[in-house]
Nanobody, 119 residues
């Protein structure tokens, strides 16, 4: 069975950092663009960041540009989201997702990991 499992969430102080990991099984992420999404209480799920399947390009939500960085380690079959300069408004459940060769919708999703940023 395909599984994407996020980890690394938790509590952080404003201005602090967290690194989220997305470990895949039943899927080889080297063939997939890896995206990150988040959903805060009472809000719709929103796109946060994406790294292409080749690793050659990234896209970010405007509000996280310069603070969040996508990366991937295909040998470990794991994608990462480095989050720096965290703000309380970053508080949300964060999800990773996989899109085949960056040309399809996100077919696979993780269960999410909670990120809480205090002021």
């Amino acid at each position: 069975q395909v599984q994407l499992v996020e980890s690394g969430g938790g509590l952080a102080q404003a201005g602090g950092s967290l690194r989220l990991s997305c470990a895949a099984s039943g899927l080889t992420i080297r063939n997939y663009a890896m995206g990150w999404f988040r959903q805060a209480p009472g809000k719709e799920r929103e796109f946060v960041a994406r790294i292409s399947w080749s690793g050659g390009s990234t896209n970010y939500l405007d509000s996280v540009k310069g603070r969040f960085t996508c990366s991937r380690d295909n040998a470990k079959n794991t994608a990462y989201l480095q989050m720096d300069s965290l703000k309380p408004e970053d508080t949300a459940v964060y999800y990773c997702a996989a899109s085949f060769r960056s040309n399809a919708g996100y077919a696979y999703w993780g269960q999410g990991t909670q990120v809480t940023v205090s002021s």
